[in-house]
């Protein structure tokens, strides 16, 4: 079945550094845009960052040069390492995957069950 499931969330200080981890099924990877995408209390969720299927990367202007998404073709995973971590990255980080147009929460045909992370100052 076409599932996602998220790994690497947890508690950092200001300034550290944490690495996210979503593990696909293998129709997913190959056939998908993936991305990752984050909630703080309140507020709506939105995109933080894109790989296409054939590779091309997109970031969200907040985490620009701090975040970087990678795909792994020999584990099937879309990862996040994300550095230089604030407070204001405090949210649910959700893995999801878009058979269509990549980046939009409408989109999304598929959503992981989401990582908490927790930045503090």
């Known amino acids: 079945s076409d599932i996602l499931v998220e790994s690497g969330g947890g508690s950092v200080q200001a300034g550290g550094s944490l690495r996210l981890s979503c593990a696909a099924s293998?129709?997913?990877?190959?056939?998908?845009?993936m991305a990752w995408f984050r909630q703080p209390p309140g507020e709506e969720r939105r995109e933080v960052a894109t790989?296409?299927?054939?590779?091309?990367?997109h970031y969200s202007d907040f985490v620009k040069g701090r975040f970087t998404v990678s795909r792994d073709g020999v584990k099937f995973t879309l990862d996040l390492q994300m550095d230089n971590l604030q407070p204001e990255d405090t949210g649910l980080y959700y893995c999801?995957?878009?058979?269509?147009?990549?980046?939009?929460?409408?989109?999304?045909?598929?959503w992981g069950e989401g990582t908490q992370v927790t930045v503090s100052s």
């Open positions: 999801a995957a878009t058979y269509g147009k990549c980046g939009e929460v409408k989109d999304v045909n598929i």
């Open positions: 293998v129709g997913i990877f190959w056939r998908a845009c």
């Open positions: 790989s296409t299927k054939d590779g091309q990367t």
